[in-house]
Each structure stands twice: as C-alpha cells, then as structure tokens.
C-alpha cells in the first residue's frame, strides 16, 4: 500500500468515525424527544424507520450514481451535510420538524457511505478484507461514542443545545475535500461496461445466492442492533438509570461492537468471511439473551460480548460482496450497508406489538433469540469461499500456464 492509499485511508477511517457518530445521536435522546414533543411510543419507533429511508435504503441509488459517474461529491459533502441537520434536533419544534431534520441528515449519512467504501477499498489494495475491517470498525466507534458525546452535552447544556457538536463534521468534509482522491473509471472497466448492455444486472444475477445469503445476515443482524439501540435506552430508564448512564451502557455495547467489527476482518484473512460470519452467529445470539437475563456488571459484561460477536461480521460481509461484483463496489457496498440496514432498521416498528404485550425487556430476549437464523444463512455459504487465492498467486499460477 503506498503513502498516498494510506493517508487516504486514514481519512475515510476517520470520516465515517464522525459520519457515524453523527447517526447514533438519536438514540439516547429518545425520552427526552418524547417528552418535549408529547409523542406516543408509536410516533417515536417510526423515527428510525423513517430515518433509514434516506440514510439507508437510498444507499443504493447513492451507490449507482457513484459507480455511473466516479465522483467523489457524495464522499466529501455527506459528513458535512449531516452535522448540519442531526446536530439540530435538540431544536426541533415539532414532530413534522423533526422528521424533516432527521431525514435531511440521513441524506449526508446515506450519500457518504457507497462512495468511502469503495474509496476505502481500492486504497486498501490486496488487504481489502482489513481495510473494509479499519473502516467499518471505525464507523462502529463512531456510532458508539455518539451517545456518550451527546448525552453529556445535553446534560450540561440542555436538549436545545444539540447543535454544539455541528463543527466536527464540517471539519471531516474539509479533510475530506484536502485528501481525498476522486474515483477514476477503469479502462477496462468502461470498456466492459460498453460491451454489456446491464453491468449491474449482470454482476448481481451472477453471484445472487451468496449475496441473498450475505443480504439476510446483514438485515438479521443490523434489526437486532437497531432493536436494541432503541429499545434499550427506555428499558434503563425502568431500571432507574440516569441519561449519562443510559449513555455509558449503549457506548460499552457499540464500542464492543467496532472491536468486534476489526477483530473479525482480522481473523478473515486468516480463516475465512465464512467461518467468522458462522462462528459469530452461533455465539452473538445467546450472549445478548444472556445479558437481558442478568443484572449488574455481568449484565454490562454480557452485553458488550454479545456486541462484539454480532458485528463481527459486518465489515466481512461487505468485503465479500465486494469480492463478488468488483466492478459495482459502490452499489454492492450500499446494498450491504444501506438497503440491509434500512430494512433491519423496520425492526423496533415490527417488533412494537411484543413491547406492549410483553415489555422492552422480553421483546429483546425474543430478537436476540430469532438472530441466530444468521448463523444458519452462514453455513450456507459457499465453502470455496476460504480457498480463494491472493491476487499474486493467481499472477504465478497464471504466469506458470
């Protein structure tokens, strides 16, 4: 990897770093948003469904637009554009207001994704599989640390007082802009492109099995995050616990999570994407029916295990689709993180009838349970997965024909 691939690599870390906490400030706010505004529960379990429209399930068509046109617009602007919106919800003076803050911000979070992964990728060389690991593991602690940033901030300075933290996210899109090289258009590429009237359709008909299979881990695994990020702040406020508490748990659970995320692109190059997807699958499910079983330190334990187990697999995942359609890395990087996330992120609504029968605690033991499913999709993997040569064996098996 050269200087320049690993200064900008460093970059796109570190944006989706501040992307991604951006996106998590939502969460802890919840009851306080609730409270302001007067909503019902079922109001404030459509916030993130109707967050993930734009930031989420538009990923794809961020995606296309980027492998059409090799820009690097969307990568640059999408820090900036969501500090702007997200930092403002504090002010928000209604329920309409609101939406209209959270979807314009989902819009930055959206559009910077499919660009920096593929960015992130082809910076990372023949180490795709740690590159993806660096990147989304960054986005991870990011998303982590937003809750402990946000809930500090507000406790200080009052809900109305959110925009505070807009100033870091103008500052990435300013690295970003500085840095960051745009996509070029392969030769090669633009030349198959030609010859084949439907590229993408092409690419995704050609490997659509293990895509489906990597498709329904990622929604499986991302609507038990989701479930949990929203469920979970009013489930510690039964038990008593304070906004920075409630702050601190959630950043022990997604920090755990980032940890995860780099640890199994690590163990990726070394076994197998299909081994870490199988053996995290098997494990994330119990530890989190575990933690909600338990109270106390195990509890905070238990949690933060179940986390670095269940996103384990995501920037894994991600590189293996990536692996399987290399000449649309932005749309199959926006169909794994976005499209996938945005339908995971229909959970808490899904899932809402259970909170009233059966309470936040129960509810969350039973989605925990159903996501080892994703253990089962694992195993259907191809196998021939963990054998695939590195590209300078496939140059001397080629060389030695």
Same mark, same amino acid.
């Given at each position: 990897?050269?200087?320049?691939?690993?200064?900008?690599?460093?970059?796109?870390?570190?944006?989706?770093?501040?992307?991604?906490?951006?996106?998590?400030?939502?969460?802890?706010?919840?009851?306080?948003?609730?409270?302001?505004?007067?909503?019902?529960?079922?109001?404030?379990?459509?916030?993130?469904?109707?967050?993930?429209?734009?930031?989420?399930?538009?990923?794809?068509?961020?995606?296309?637009?980027?492998?059409?046109?090799?820009?690097?617009?969307?990568?640059?602007?999408?820090?900036?554009?969501?500090?702007?919106?997200?930092?403002?919800?504090?002010?928000?003076?209604?329920?309409?207001?609101?939406?209209?803050?959270?979807?314009?911000?989902?819009?930055?979070?959206?559009?910077?994704?499919?660009?920096?992964?593929?960015?992130?990728?082809?910076?990372?060389?023949?180490?795709?599989?740690?590159?993806?690991?660096?990147?989304?593991?960054?986005?991870?602690?990011?998303?982590?640390?937003?809750?402990?940033?946000?809930?500090?901030?507000?406790?200080?300075?009052?809900?109305?007082?959110?925009?505070?933290?807009?100033?870091?996210?103008?500052?990435?899109?300013?690295?970003?802009?500085?840095?960051?090289?745009?996509?070029?258009?392969?030769?090669?590429?633009?030349?198959?492109?030609?010859?084949?009237? $439907?590229?993408? +359709?092409?690419? @995704?008909?050609?490997?659509?099995?293990?895509?489906? #299979? =990597?498709? %329904?881990?990622? /929604?499986?695994?991302?609507?038990?995050?989701?479930?949990?990020?929203?469920?979970?702040?009013?489930?510690?406020?039964?038990?008593?616990?304070?906004?920075?508490?409630?702050?601190?748990?959630?950043?022990?659970?997604?920090?755990?999570?980032?940890?995860?995320?780099?640890?199994?692109?690590?163990?990726?190059?070394?076994?197998?994407?299909?081994?870490?997807?199988?053996?995290?699958?098997?494990?994330?499910?119990?530890?989190?029916?575990?933690?909600?079983?338990? $109270?106390?330190? +195990?509890?905070? @334990?238990?949690?933060?295990?179940?986390?670095?187990? #269940? =996103?384990? %697999?995501?920037? /894994?995942?991600?590189?293996?689709?990536?692996?399987?359609?290399?000449?649309?890395?932005?749309?199959?990087?926006?169909?794994?993180?976005?499209?996938?996330?945005?339908?995971?992120?229909?959970?808490?609504?899904?899932?809402?009838?259970?909170?009233?029968?059966?309470?936040?605690?129960?509810?969350?033991?039973?989605?925990?349970?159903?996501?080892?499913?994703?253990?089962?999709?694992?195993?259907?993997?191809?196998?021939?997965?963990?054998?695939?040569?590195?590209?300078?064996?496939?140059?001397?098996?080629?060389?030695?024909?």
């Amino acid at each position: 990897m050269h200087k320049r691939d690993k200064l900008t690599l460093a970059a796109l870390c570190a944006a989706h770093f501040v992307n991604d906490a951006y996106s998590s400030l939502i969460y802890p706010l919840l009851p306080l948003l609730k409270v302001k505004l007067g909503l019902s529960d079922t109001q404030v379990f459509w916030l993130a469904p109707l967050y993930s429209l734009s930031s989420s399930l538009m990923q794809p068509v961020y995606g296309i637009l980027s492998d059409r046109y090799a820009r690097r617009f969307f990568a640059v602007c999408g820090p900036g554009l969501t500090a702007i919106f997200v930092s403002m919800i504090g002010l928000a003076p209604s329920y309409g207001i609101l939406i209209t803050l959270l979807v314009a911000g989902g819009v930055g979070i959206g559009s910077f994704h499919p660009q920096a992964a593929a960015m992130a990728s082809r910076a990372s060389g023949n180490r795709k599989r740690i590159g993806m690991a660096m990147f989304s593991a960054l986005g991870t602690l990011g998303f982590a640390l937003g809750p402990f940033a946000i809930t500090r901030i507000v406790a200080r300075f009052g809900l109305e007082h959110s925009y505070y933290v807009i100033g870091v996210g103008l500052v990435m899109s300013a690295v970003l802009y500085r840095i960051c090289p745009p996509l070029d258009v392969q030769p090669k590429t633009a030349s198959l492109h030609a010859r084949i009237k $439907s590229p993408l +359709l092409a690419a @995704l008909h050609a490997a659509w099995k293990p895509l489906a #299979l =990597l498709y %329904t881990i990622t /929604v499986i695994r991302s609507g038990l995050q989701i479930t949990t990020n929203n469920y979970l702040p009013f489930l510690l406020g039964e038990q008593g616990y304070s906004l920075t508490g409630t702050g601190n748990v959630m950043t022990v659970f997604l920090l755990m999570g980032g940890l995860g995320g780099l640890a199994g692109g690590m163990m990726a190059e070394r076994t197998s994407g299909r081994t870490v997807t199988l053996f995290s699958g098997l494990c994330a499910g119990p530890l989190m029916v575990a933690s909600f079983l338990t $109270s106390g330190p +195990l509890n905070l @334990l238990l949690l933060g295990l179940g986390g670095f187990f #269940l =996103l384990a %697999t995501m920037p /894994v995942n991600v590189a293996m689709a990536q692996e399987l359609a290399p000449e649309q890395t932005s749309t199959v990087s926006a169909l794994m993180m976005g499209a996938a996330w945005g339908i995971g992120a229909l959970a808490p609504q899904a899932l809402h009838p259970l909170v009233s029968a059966f309470g936040f605690r129960n509810t969350l033991i039973i989605a925990s349970g159903l996501s080892v499913l994703s253990a089962v999709c694992a195993y259907l993997l191809p196998r021939d997965e963990m054998h695939r040569l590195r590209p300078e064996a496939e140059m001397a098996v080629a060389v030695g024909d």
